[in-house]
């Protein structure tokens, strides 16, 4: 008998819950019971709920068991599982889950299927076929495939991202540089990091597609540090597509040449702020830049340069081999393609859902989500970071679109949507966003750095019922200064949690009617 | 200007106080060696402080206040443009930490699930702030916003690994697990 290949994860989140130990037990079982098996070290399905989760490729597919506690792993082999038999963890063929059967998976279609580190793996589920594509086309037609596609960029601008290649290829320089925004700091987030750990190369890809498309040479991601996994998973992938020419002086032998470089952030919030970014790399404190001048124009060194988000980077490769039609045809309106969206916070089936756009709040939480982790009701939800607007359920039907979270005066960001139960106290929630403003504000334009820290205080002089309905006016007006007065989005966007905290549930907010609610 | 050739600069018939202190002078030999090392293999990169100070941070832990001169001097940087970078990014401490750094998350999606009750028994079993080390050296407290683990939380990451879904009992026995390997190591009690 053949070995049974055994797949478990190496995502981070899955390491975080114990599937470095169930790796071993399996090992040391399978050793222990004379069974011969392969053991692969996949990136994680998303279903993260179900982590670690352990898969058995049989001739019916792959079977997943989840959660696998090391201890569970001797009764797993007790009941056969090595041929995908039943057992209480058994969720029967992965690709079937509901949950991960009814997804649009384009930018994530390898992540968990193979191991991450594995060029060969990655050739051999369509990786690089966008890389051979765009070697054949002039630097103008790969642009115009992004543009056609839709793509908007990401990290949450929504900028989009063929008529910002578009400005660096048409820019004068002998030096152009692409940069990846890797600074995923927003909490609820964590699709980059899943590609960087899941699926590395596709960025690698997708970048040096990039670099192609705009005549940039050299490029650079910036990794936040609280993602050390991402790093050596990073390193690992960069040092396998030099030694097999899909980096370096001769890409793919076309003639072209590409660089790369893994560079680390220090824990700045606002380094994802791309002007920002772009000092920290260039090795100063990370205040933000005016723009003008464009980053595109005038960015890393001075040069042009384009900078995008990782997923936008990452979903370059598909629509270089599918066709830019192929990606448009996903999505509604002005938001075209797919989002990896990220279920996050008390929510009981929390992972990862890349779907396309126009997928309500409603179907995400509930029938994805499975509700709140507590069994209390979902009172609220913050979609798109800190900076993201907090909202109740009448606004539950709002379907996933940038222009349509625009017109409740929320914003979609980054994907990351967090779930909170009906303990939660946003009188809390709105101040804790100023204090985490004034905490990562860097202290450049006096909005943000002395508004943040007025808005602590007045919050606080609210909820002391300390002259009520001055404070809040004098909050709204606060607000309205740092969202016009701000030179970047920290500042300027600090009011989305804040207001609509105080909009829609400003029963936390009075002290009255606190007491009221307690009684 | 000529005051440099000045025949009265002989220092052999007067003392000369310096007032330009030797660089780095308060540093252990490890962390000077650590310093130049680090500017040695790296000053060559474009952008090339941060990469300094992480791989200064890896090797000894923290960035030694008295390197500051030494990195300007070996980047021709100023002393208050190396200390700018090093002040303004959260990551970088100035304080030798214990043989532990648990960075314990703060934002919302842990505060979701109890991220509050959470660092309350952090700082309360341990008996620090943040920022702050324990009396047995162990265990340096951090906060951090965000560790990409927001669908099992509350996160923490002890040293460089990533933990999931902590209680105040797993906490306790990840903290208790950390101070035996340490006795393990040095021999000394658990």
Same mark, same amino acid.
């Given at each position: 008998m053949s070995a049974v290949t055994i797949f478990v994860p190496r995502d981070s989140a899955a390491l975080s819950v114990g599937a470095e130990e169930t790796a071993t037990a399996i090992s040391a079982e399978a050793a222990r019971r004379n069974i011969e098996i392969r053991l692969v070290r996949n990136g994680s399905r998303g279903m993260l709920w179900l982590e670690p989760l352990v898969e058995v490729q049989t001739p019916a597919g792959r079977i997943a068991y989840g959660? #696998? +506690? +090391? =201890?569970r792993v001797p009764d797993l082999f007790d009941a056969g599982f090595t041929s995908g038999a039943n057992h209480a963890l058994a969720w029967g063929p992965t690709a079937e889950i509901p949950y991960f059967k009814n997804q649009e998976r384009l930018t994530f279609a390898r992540v968990g299927v193979t191991d991450p580190l594995d060029l060969d793996a990655y050739r051999a589920h369509a990786g690089f076929r966008g890389l051979e594509t765009a070697v054949g086309l002039e630097p103008a037609a790969i642009v115009a495939a992004v543009t056609t596609s839709g793509l908007r960029g990401r990290g949450g601008a929504a900028f989009p991202a063929g008529i910002k290649w578009n400005t660096v290829l048409r820019a004068p320089g002998a030096q152009k540089y692409v940069v990846c925004n890797a600074d995923e700091g927003d909490s609820g987030t964590f699709s980059d990091r899943m590609i960087m750990e899941g699926d590395p190369f596709v960025l690698i890809e997708g970048m040096t597609i990039a670099g192609l498309a705009t005549g940039a040479t050299q490029g650079f991601i910036y990794l936040r540090c609280e993602y050390p996994h991402a790093k050596r998973a990073l390193d690992a992938a960069i040092g396998a597509a030099y030694a097999r020419g899909f980096l370096g002086e001769n890409i793919l032998g076309g003639g072209r040449r590409f660089d790369l470089d893994v560079r680390l952030g220090a824990g700045a919030y606002i380094c994802g702020e791309e002007t920002s970014l772009l000092e920290s790399l260039e090795g100063k404190r990370g205040q933000v830049r005016f723009k003008p001048p464009l980053p595109a124009l005038e960015g890393l060194f001075g040069k042009p340069t384009v900078i995008n988000n990782v997923i936008t980077l990452a979903t370059v490769p598909i629509i270089l081999e599918r066709g830019a039609e192929y990606y448009r045809d996903f999505g509604m309106g002005r938001s075209r393609g797919t989002l990896p969206i990220q279920l996050t916070g008390n929510?009981? =089936?929390g992972g990862l859902v890349e779907r396309?756009?126009? #997928?309500?709040l409603r179907e995400l939480l509930y029938d994805y989500g499975g509700g709140s982790a507590s069994g209390r009701p979902i009172r609220a939800v913050q979609v798109g970071g800190p900076l993201g607007a907090y909202l109740p359920e009448s606004r539950f039907d709002t379907p996933l679109d940038y222009e349509a979270f625009t017109a409740i005066k929320g914003m979609l960001g980054h994907g990351g949507i967090v779930a909170f139960d009906d303990t939660v106290d946003m009188a809390a929630q709105a101040r804790y966003a100023m204090e985490f403003c004034a905490l990562e504000s860097c202290g450049k334009c006096t909005p943000c750095r002395i508004g943040s820290r007025r808005g602590v205080e007045v919050i606080d002089r609210l909820v002391a019922g300390n002259d009520a309905s001055k404070q809040e006016a004098l909050l709204r007006d606060l607000c309205e200064t740092m969202t016009v007065g701000s030179l970047c989005a920290l500042g300027g966007l600090t009011a989305y949690p804040v207001l609509s905290a105080l909009e829609h549930f400003s029963e936390d907010f009075h002290s009255t009617l606190r007491a009221a609610g307690a009684q | 200007m000529s005051s440099a050739s000045s025949?009265?600069?002989?220092?052999a018939s007067r003392r000369v106080i310096s007032i330009k202190p030797e660089r780095g002078a308060s540093l252990t030999p490890q962390e000077r060696s650590a310093v130049l090392a680090a500017c040695d293999r790296l000053k060559a990169l474009p952008g090339a402080l941060l990469p300094i100070l992480h791989a200064l941070q890896d090797a000894v832990g923290y960035v030694p206040p008295d390197a500051v001169p030494l990195i300007a001097r070996e980047l021709n940087l100023s002393i208050a443009e190396v200390h700018g970078v090093v002040s303004f990014y959260h990551f970088f401490r100035t304080s030798k930490p214990g043989r532990h750094v648990l960075q314990l998350c703060r934002a919302e999606a842990c505060q979701s699930v109890g991220g509050a009750a959470l660092e309350a028994h952090a700082k309360h079993s341990l008996a620090v702030e943040f920022h702050g080390t324990t009396a047995d050296g162990a265990v340096t407290l951090e906060p951090v916003y965000c560790l990409g683990n927001c669908a099992l939380g509350p996160a923490i990451m002890l040293d460089d690994r990533l933990h999931g879904r902590i209680n105040a009992e797993r906490f306790d026995a990840l903290i208790a697990a950390a101070r035996r390997r340490d006795g393990a190591t040095t021999g000394g009690p658990a």
């Amino acid at each position: 008998m053949s070995a049974v290949t055994i797949f478990v994860p190496r995502d981070s989140a899955a390491l975080s819950v114990g599937a470095e130990e169930t790796a071993t037990a399996i090992s040391a079982e399978a050793a222990r019971r004379n069974i011969e098996i392969r053991l692969v070290r996949n990136g994680s399905r998303g279903m993260l709920w179900l982590e670690p989760l352990v898969e058995v490729q049989t001739p019916a597919g792959r079977i997943a068991y989840g959660p #696998v +506690a +090391a =201890h569970r792993v001797p009764d797993l082999f007790d009941a056969g599982f090595t041929s995908g038999a039943n057992h209480a963890l058994a969720w029967g063929p992965t690709a079937e889950i509901p949950y991960f059967k009814n997804q649009e998976r384009l930018t994530f279609a390898r992540v968990g299927v193979t191991d991450p580190l594995d060029l060969d793996a990655y050739r051999a589920h369509a990786g690089f076929r966008g890389l051979e594509t765009a070697v054949g086309l002039e630097p103008a037609a790969i642009v115009a495939a992004v543009t056609t596609s839709g793509l908007r960029g990401r990290g949450g601008a929504a900028f989009p991202a063929g008529i910002k290649w578009n400005t660096v290829l048409r820019a004068p320089g002998a030096q152009k540089y692409v940069v990846c925004n890797a600074d995923e700091g927003d909490s609820g987030t964590f699709s980059d990091r899943m590609i960087m750990e899941g699926d590395p190369f596709v960025l690698i890809e997708g970048m040096t597609i990039a670099g192609l498309a705009t005549g940039a040479t050299q490029g650079f991601i910036y990794l936040r540090c609280e993602y050390p996994h991402a790093k050596r998973a990073l390193d690992a992938a960069i040092g396998a597509a030099y030694a097999r020419g899909f980096l370096g002086e001769n890409i793919l032998g076309g003639g072209r040449r590409f660089d790369l470089d893994v560079r680390l952030g220090a824990g700045a919030y606002i380094c994802g702020e791309e002007t920002s970014l772009l000092e920290s790399l260039e090795g100063k404190r990370g205040q933000v830049r005016f723009k003008p001048p464009l980053p595109a124009l005038e960015g890393l060194f001075g040069k042009p340069t384009v900078i995008n988000n990782v997923i936008t980077l990452a979903t370059v490769p598909i629509i270089l081999e599918r066709g830019a039609e192929y990606y448009r045809d996903f999505g509604m309106g002005r938001s075209r393609g797919t989002l990896p969206i990220q279920l996050t916070g008390n929510i009981k =089936h929390g992972g990862l859902v890349e779907r396309a756009f126009g #997928v309500s709040l409603r179907e995400l939480l509930y029938d994805y989500g499975g509700g709140s982790a507590s069994g209390r009701p979902i009172r609220a939800v913050q979609v798109g970071g800190p900076l993201g607007a907090y909202l109740p359920e009448s606004r539950f039907d709002t379907p996933l679109d940038y222009e349509a979270f625009t017109a409740i005066k929320g914003m979609l960001g980054h994907g990351g949507i967090v779930a909170f139960d009906d303990t939660v106290d946003m009188a809390a929630q709105a101040r804790y966003a100023m204090e985490f403003c004034a905490l990562e504000s860097c202290g450049k334009c006096t909005p943000c750095r002395i508004g943040s820290r007025r808005g602590v205080e007045v919050i606080d002089r609210l909820v002391a019922g300390n002259d009520a309905s001055k404070q809040e006016a004098l909050l709204r007006d606060l607000c309205e200064t740092m969202t016009v007065g701000s030179l970047c989005a920290l500042g300027g966007l600090t009011a989305y949690p804040v207001l609509s905290a105080l909009e829609h549930f400003s029963e936390d907010f009075h002290s009255t009617l606190r007491a009221a609610g307690a009684q | 200007m000529s005051s440099a050739s000045s025949p009265n600069n002989s220092t052999a018939s007067r003392r000369v106080i310096s007032i330009k202190p030797e660089r780095g002078a308060s540093l252990t030999p490890q962390e000077r060696s650590a310093v130049l090392a680090a500017c040695d293999r790296l000053k060559a990169l474009p952008g090339a402080l941060l990469p300094i100070l992480h791989a200064l941070q890896d090797a000894v832990g923290y960035v030694p206040p008295d390197a500051v001169p030494l990195i300007a001097r070996e980047l021709n940087l100023s002393i208050a443009e190396v200390h700018g970078v090093v002040s303004f990014y959260h990551f970088f401490r100035t304080s030798k930490p214990g043989r532990h750094v648990l960075q314990l998350c703060r934002a919302e999606a842990c505060q979701s699930v109890g991220g509050a009750a959470l660092e309350a028994h952090a700082k309360h079993s341990l008996a620090v702030e943040f920022h702050g080390t324990t009396a047995d050296g162990a265990v340096t407290l951090e906060p951090v916003y965000c560790l990409g683990n927001c669908a099992l939380g509350p996160a923490i990451m002890l040293d460089d690994r990533l933990h999931g879904r902590i209680n105040a009992e797993r906490f306790d026995a990840l903290i208790a697990a950390a101070r035996r390997r340490d006795g393990a190591t040095t021999g000394g009690p658990a």
